[in-house]
Antibody, heavy 120, light 107 residues
């Protein structure tokens, strides 16, 4: 089955670090861009950035550049989103999603989402 | 950064109605536009890409139109399962921004 499976919910304190994951299966993981999308509580979708697991080429939204790090380990078909120092405002659901292809760079496959709660 | 403005933000309708959601873009994006549907507690799903092409498996009551800066999502005969939030997204230039969403609720 073609799918993206994300790591489970996290509860962290401000200032802590965190790395969440997104594992692809059922397709050629290295040949598709993977992106991350934030959804703050009760809010809309925000495009954070994307990575090409084949060569780790990465693009960030200016809104998230320097705030998070997107990475991938193609040997285990997994993409990551990480923070070095969380803030309360990082509380959100984070989705990973696959970009369909070069001609249609919409997200055609989504993970189930990872809820991150940052609270003291 | 390309800005996306959806209208309305909230749309009340009844089963069987025809509804239209608008997406206006701050600069021309040709047809590099997608529409997504998101139900509560679920990940978004791709409905339409290239402004007007239905994703496989999407019912034909959904349609998309437009190019350049003005786009429309139409649902021709609302079904109960269509009540959800809809987002447009441009994939013309980075970052690939989303609209703020349109919540379609039962009247």
């Amino acid at each position: 089955e073609v799918q993206l499976v994300q790591s489970g919910a996290e509860v962290k304190k401000p200032g802590e670090s965190l790395k969440i994951s997104c594992k692809g299966s059922g397709y050629s993981f290295t040949n598709y861009w993977i992106g991350w999308v934030r959804q703050m509580p009760g809010k809309g979708l925000e495009w954070m950035g994307i990575i090409y697991p084949g060569d780790s080429d990465t693009r960030y939204s200016p809104s998230f550049q320097g705030q998070v790090t997107i990475s991938a380990d193609k040997s285990i078909r997994t993409a990551y989103l990480q923070w070095s120092s969380l803030k309360a405002s990082d509380t959100a659901i984070f989705y990973c999603a696959r970009i369909w292809n070069d001609g249609v760079q919409a997200f055609d496959l989504w993970g189930q989402g990872t809820m991150v709660t940052v609270s003291s | 950064v390309i800005w996306m403005t959806q209208s309305p933000s909230l749309l009340s309708a009844s089963t069987g109605d025809r509804v239209t959601i608008s997406c206006r873009v701050s600069q021309g994006i040709s047809s590099y536009l997608a529409w997504y549907q998101q139900k509560p507690g679920k990940a978004p799903e791709l409905l339409i890409y290239a402004a007007s092409t239905l994703q496989s498996g999407v019912p034909s009551r959904f349609s998309g139109s437009g190019s350049g800066t003005d786009f429309t999502l139409t649902i021709s005969c609302l079904q109960s399962e269509d009540f959800a939030t809809y987002y447009c997204q441009q994939y013309y230039s980075f970052p690939y921004t989303f609209g703020q969403g349109t919540k379609l609720e039962i009247k």
